[in-house]
């Protein structure tokens, strides 16, 4: 069974820092790997969709990568700015039509 | 072009009662899932639906929790004798092709509460 791991569990940083998100999963056969945003009170923004052929992908500040082999996945969040303070999510995707599987997320708080 | 919606954004009800929520998931995507939030958990899956295919439901967690799907449309996910643990924040998501290669994409949730 596919179990996904987010450490830390809270993050706080200053403003203006370069910060990584840290995700590991018990299972390499993964199809796909998602990071998401979710704000308090709101659902998930998917932020970033990597394929399992794809080492990483980039979207503006933010960089994910995939090392299906060690099985983890990092985000990097470079320059941090308060409105990046949210819950981020990194999930799974098995091989074949299966559902995410998600972590628990890590809690990033960025100081003004 | 519009992102999936879920109605209601937020319901209360006492324990026992039936409660219906709604999914509608962006045009032409022929995946739906639905997930759930539980305070201080990570999201859990509960049933998917593909194109006509039947639905998953391995992960229903009881028989008083059942879903519908019209044809590749709106979703409705019915909880009946609600229990005080059925609290939580309900997320739909959908996704084109429904293959896992498909990014999903996820609704604002209805956050249900059972007093």
């Known amino acids: 069974k596919q179990e996904v791991t987010q450490i830390p569990a809270a993050l706080s940083v200053p403003e203006g820092e370069n910060l990584v998100l840290n995700c590991s999963f018990t299972?390499?056969?993964?199809?796909?790997l998602q990071w998401f945003r979710q704000d308090p009170g709101k659902g998930l923004t998917s932020l970033l969709l990597i394929q399992s052929s794809q080492r990483e992908q980039t979207s503006g500040r933010l960089n994910a990568s995939l090392d299906k082999s060690s099985g983890r996945s990092t985000l990097y969040i470079a320059a941090s700015q308060p409105g990046d303070s949210a819950t981020y999510l990194c999930?799974?995707?098995?091989?074949?039509?299966?559902?995410?599987?998600f972590g628990k997320g890590t809690r990033l708080s960025v100081i003004a | 072009g519009a992102g999936v919606s879920q109605s209601p954004s937020n319901k209360v009800t006492e324990k026992g009662k039936d409660v219906e929520l709604r999914c509608d998931p962006i045009s032409g995507h022929t995946a739906l899932y639905w997930y759930r939030q539980r305070l201080g958990q990570g999201l859990e899956f509960l049933i998917y639906f593909q194109g006509n295919s039947a639905p998953d439901k391995s992960g229903l967690p009881s028989d008083r929790f059942s879903a519908e799907r019209t044809g590749e449309s709106v979703s409705t996910l019915t909880i009946q004798r609600t229990q005080q643990e059925d609290s939580a924040v309900y997320l739909c998501?959908?996704?084109?092709?429904?293959?896992?290669?498909?990014?999903?994409?996820f609704g604002p949730g209805t956050r249900l509460t059972v007093t």
């Open positions: 299972d390499s056969a993964i199809y796909n």
């Open positions: 998501a959908s996704s084109l092709t429904g293959t896992t290669s498909s990014e999903q994409y």
């Open positions: 999930a799974v995707g098995n091989s074949g039509n299966t559902p995410l599987v």
